[in-house]
């Protein structure tokens, strides 16, 4: 009689022993979506030359967190998206706090709807994305008229809630594949 091989998928109680690269791999996987929003500020915050680049940075950043704070909690927790927020905060040029509370905000109903959100259809989580990015750029651009006690122009607002839902649909086919691939910790 021959031993046969079975798929460690096919006995869930066997796992591959924790080394510290395996944890490590662990880690960097989950840690992706942060890494990616920081990597982004960084490179948006240079001087590039491309029209729009502090709404961009909102964009991808806002856009990174509703994605996994409803697909993989655990891969955007609140203080992982406190701290992406901070850096992106010193990144930018907008008024104190206002991209931090944004990010947390984006987290806050992603993470309280991500069970409604998994069950309905993609227009609709796009729908909720794109009016908590019109509300929050609209919280922006008030909070920029106090600070400079002058009214201010809303179209860069507008702008940037624009930008953060043309942006979505294709970091969300992105995010799809790198939750199924690279950044998925049960892979390490």
Known sequence: MVGHRHNPDSHPGIAPRATLRRRLDQLMRALLPSLFIVLCALI??????????????FGIASSTVFFWSAHRPQSMTPLMTFCVGL???????GPPGVFVFSL?????????WRYGLSRISFLFG???LGGLALVLSLFGWIIACIGTLA??????????????????PTLSALFVWARRTVADPEQA
């Open 44 to 57: 948006l915050s240079a001087g590039l030359g491309i029209p729009g680049q502090n709404e961009l940075c």
């Open 104 to 112: 947390l905000v984006f987290h806050g109903v992603a993470h309280l």
């Open 87 to 93: 850096v992106c905060e010193v990144l930018s040029f």
């Open 126 to 128: 796009w729908a909720l």
């Open 151 to 168: 009214m201010m122009s809303p179209v860069p607002s507008l702008f940037q809630a624009a930008v953060t839902i043309g942006i979505y």
